[in-house]
């Protein structure tokens, strides 16, 4: 069996891993496996290299991703990028692409799939554990982790200078990286875009914390968090990005600064960015990574397509792609109830 991997969209850490599954697992059988570079473009500009158990058997520590990534999307651009994918994968005898991404890589990969009968595979991935039909993306967990680390570095100079430090994480439009980030850091407030930002009231817990001894602050925004139209607080420039997204960034910002004008502590901000998507993968995302992988390459095996690995609960089992994708998994609201304990 020839079967071909790509990895599209944004990079995070447990790529390589889920890599290094699958490949096992088709070069195990006795198959051939082809990545193809930078995502969708790989597939459009017919660029590849072979994978074989031995030049991924060392990539489970790395990084991002060995194939390259890119946001490029067939369906978006110039109308021949659907048939030259289609070609590459005729012109490799690919019996079967995996491919690795988040909901615009899945979309594309579903689309593949309904319109053409091309035999795909999904994977999900993204540190903004987003996606629905799965539990846990890996990326996530890392990227916490990222987080928690700057977070407690961030605490010694914010104490030392009696500061609150308004940290920005990712996320997109949701707010798993914050809020998970907060709890771990014990977070004096967070800000996620599934709550209005609502301001009198993280000034009253900021203040109160002051009064009774605590020296310091800490606010955990998502990027994707907002005001309500009446707080007249205008965040995002709400400018459209190459690839339809409301451009994102700059909240925590503006969210330091209203901190020190209603309070008169002195504040900082910092945003943490595409630190949050680099180095190695943690423990939990190497081997999420390479579950995914071990059984993407088992459905492949069984020519199951038309599939996403997914994880629920403790198993990881196949789900239709065409389930899963088009449908942003916001916080539940569960965990805003387990957060809201800390405000009191
Ligand atoms: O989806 C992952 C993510 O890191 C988001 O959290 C963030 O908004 C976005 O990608 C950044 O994208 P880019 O790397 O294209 O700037």
Known sequence: MKVGILTGGGDCPGLNPVIRGAVRVICNAGGEVYGLLEGWRGAIEGNYIELTS????????????ILGSSRTNPYKNAEEDVPRVIATLEHLGLDCLIAIGGDDTLGVANKLWNDHKLPVIGCPKTIDNDLSSTDVTFGFDSSINIVMEAVDRLRTTAESHRRVMVVETMGRHAGWIALFS??????????????????DRMVEVLKRRREKGKKYGIVIVSEGAHFSEAEG??????EIDDFGHVKLGGIGETVAKLIEERTGFETRHVTLGHLQRGGSPSAYDRVLGTRCGVHAGWLALKHHFGYMVALRGTQVVPVALADAVGEMRALEPNFLEEAEVFLK
């Open 54 to 65: 031995e030049n991924t058997d060392d990539i489970i520590f790395k990084g991002g991703t």
């Open 182 to 199: 907060g709890l771990a850091t014990a977070a004096d407030y967070t800000l996620v875009p599934e709550v209005e930002i609502d301001m």
């Open 233 to 238: 607080v205008t965040t995002q420039d709400g």
